[in-house]
């Protein structure tokens, strides 16, 4: 596969419920993004890593946890969410200043 | 601090006419900007970037933009607008000296009327 990929595409979880989400990149950048897209709002900036270093964390809940083992992999895990928290969750990866290719997101539905 | 505010959430134009998308700016440095577009159930795609070399950027699909010191715009505009150009479209600013985060505008719905 090549560019960023995502999964999963969709997630429908309670709010007791425990989620990860996955985001990949075959492009060998060194900087990887969170960002949370919701209905009506700007696209908001989540967390950054840069060489698997997070140097980016937006006043984001602690029910938001990030994880990136290397610089190809990085994962947002979930937990006790809110329905306020549904939204398309979007991965992206960089090695040029502003110049970031997206993954397709996860379209994540808390009930 | 950083900002872009793009003018007109919505925005639709007939096939064959003149897009044009406004976007301001505010940065106390002299700013990188972007314009990335959505298509439905996909990520966002850059369609072009002003980095400080020539003041008027060609874009991919015919897109072009054109950085004004002068009115703090990087206005998107394409001359003939196609139905695959129905998308939302997103202006953004970064820090020139070198921090990789981007501050996005809200988003422009671009509706092409056949």
């Known amino acids: 596969e090549t560019g960023v990929t995502q999964t999963p595409r969709h997630l429908v979880m309670g709010m007791t419920n425990k989620k990860s989400l996955k985001c990949e990149q075959h492009?060998?950048?060194?900087?990887m993004y969170w960002y949370k897209q919701s209905a009506k709002k700007p696209l908001e900036l989540m967390f950054v890593y840069n060489f698997k270093e997070q140097t980016e964390n937006n006043s984001v809940p602690s029910r938001f946890s990030p994880e990136c083992p290397n610089s190809s992999h990085l994962f947002l895990h979930l937990h006790t969410l809110q329905p306020e928290d549904s939204a398309l969750y979007l991965c992206?990866?960089?090695?040029?200043?502003?110049?970031?290719?997206f993954g397709p997101g996860t379209r994540l539905l808390v009930l | 601090a950083q900002s872009v505010t793009q003018l007109g959430s919505h925005v639709s134009v007939s096939e064959g006419a003149l897009v044009l998308l406004r976007c301001n700016y505010s940065s106390s440095v002299p700013p990188y900007l972007f314009w990335y577009v959505q298509y439905p159930n996909q990520g966002l795609q850059l369609l072009l970037k002003?980095?400080?070399?020539?003041?008027l950027v060609k874009g991919i699909n015919g897109f072009e933009a054109e950085f004004k010191k002068s009115e703090t715009s990087f206005h998107l505009t394409k001359p003939s607008a196609h139905m695959s150009d129905a998308a939302e479209y997103f202006c953004a600013v970064s820090d020139a000296r070198g921090a990789q985060k981007l501050v996005f505008g809200q988003g422009t719905r671009l509706t092409i009327n056949p």
């Open positions: 992206a990866s960089s090695q040029e200043i502003g110049v970031q290719y």
């Open positions: 002003y980095t400080s070399a020539a003041t």
């Open positions: 492009l060998g950048h060194n900087a």
